[in-house]
């Protein structure tokens, strides 16, 4: 079975800190992971997946196969970054049928 | 506009009834999904279609039906046997093949008085 922790389900920081969203794993396979983002009053949004590499909004995120983990970073948070995080997990090879997400991380970045 | 379009947004209905929430996509997308969202809880699968005139059960299928009779629609109802029906739904769709990018709809709040 596969599952998603995120072990923190608030998270305060000041504008301008570093932050980090804690997300890990459990699945045998080789796993796509995602974070999902909802901000205030918006709909749920893909932010970033680890097969892109990418960078969005600042924010990155490594998976880390030995500790089975994916977090998400940023070196310095702003107000609008203040939102839902959902970490999600995806069996890799196309199969996109079952997608298991966290229970969520609210992040609120303080002025 | 291409989307996800969810009706209604807020449903309040008695113990015992059914109820059907829509759920319409123009983005050609084969594959659609149901997520509930209950505080704490995250998101959890209740059904999913991979394509028109088929369709599998989640990890929370028990109470509720769906049908896909068309590729832009998949109702949901949820059923008088669900027991905790009060809860923030979810219709979801994505490109078949494409893992994990799905697109949303704003959602659905339903309320059993």
């Known amino acids: 079975a596969q599952r998603v922790t995120q072990p923190e389900k608030l998270l305060s920081v000041f504008k301008g800190a570093p932050v980090e969203l804690k997300c890990n794993y459990s699945?045998?396979?080789?796993?796509?992971l995602f974070w999902y983002v909802q901000y205030s009053r918006q709909r749920l949004q893909l932010l970033l997946r680890?097969?892109s590499r990418e960078s969005i909004k600042g924010f990155t995120a490594d998976l880390n196969k030995g500790e089975t983990s994916f977090h998400l970073k940023k070196p310095f948070a702003q107000e609008e970054d203040s939102a839902m995080y959902y970490c999600?997990?995806?069996?890799?090879?196309?199969?996109?049928?079952?997608?298991?997400f966290g229970k969520g991380t609210l992040l609120t970045v303080n002025p | 506009d291409g989307g996800i379009t969810q009706s209604p947004k807020y449903l309040f209905r008695k113990e015992g009834q059914n109820v059907t929430l829509s759920c319409e996509q123009n983005l050609n997308h084969d594959a659609m999904y149901w997520y509930r969202q209950d505080p704490g809880q995250g998101l959890r699968l209740i059904y999913y279609s991979q394509i028109v005139n088929d369709f599998q059960k989640g990890d929370i299928a028990e109470g509720y039906s769906v049908s896909r009779e068309k590729k832009e629609s998949f109702p949901l109802t949820v059923t008088s046997a669900q027991k905790n029906p009060t809860a923030f739904y979810l219709c979801?769709?994505?490109?078949?093949?494409?893992?994990?990018?799905?697109?949303f709809g704003e959602g659905s709040r339903l309320t059993v008085l």
């Open positions: 999600a997990l995806s069996r890799g090879g196309g199969s996109n049928y079952k997608l298991t």
């Open positions: 699945y045998s396979g080789s796993p796509e």
């Open positions: 979801a769709s994505s490109i078949r093949g494409i893992a994990g990018e799905l697109f």
């Open positions: 680890h097969i």
